[in-house]
């Protein structure tokens, strides 16, 4: 993401442990400087579905599992102005030659 970020002029946070999902939730939902923001998580597969279930994403809106070997899976949820969920949507990006049969 350093990258990403130097490019948009952005600043990396990296306060967060991977198992305080919930902490991080709390902060994106709660924290006014998030409102109206496309926001960019990349977090630990073992546990960014916690992360997505903490944000407000239905169960059956994610992959039951995060297998080991997926690293091209993307997660997108929506909010609306007020910040109820709108959206929460697993994809398959295929970045990696082994992704290609993985379905979220």
């Known amino acids: ?11 990396l946070d990296m306060s967060v442990a991977d198992h305080d999902f919930q ?4 902060r994106l939902l709660g924290d006014p400087r998030y ?14 579905l916690a992360l997505a279930h903490a944000l407000g994403a239905p169960p059956s809106t994610m992959p039951a599992i995060w297998p080991d070997a997926v690293f091209g899976w993307l997660l997108r ?3 609306d102005t007020s910040g109820q969920l ?3 949507h697993a994809s398959n990006q ?11």
Do not use: K, Y
């Open 35 to 48: 409102d109206n923001a496309t926001i960019l998580v990349c977090w630990h597969h073992g546990q960014i």
């Open 23 to 26: 902490r991080l939730a709390d």
């Open 77 to 79: 949820l929506d909010f």
């Open 86 to 88: 709108l959206r929460a």
């Open 94 to 104: 295929q970045l990696m030659f082994d992704d290609q049969g993985a379905s979220p």
């Open 1 to 11: 993401l350093e990258p990403l970020a130097a490019a948009l002029g952005l600043p």
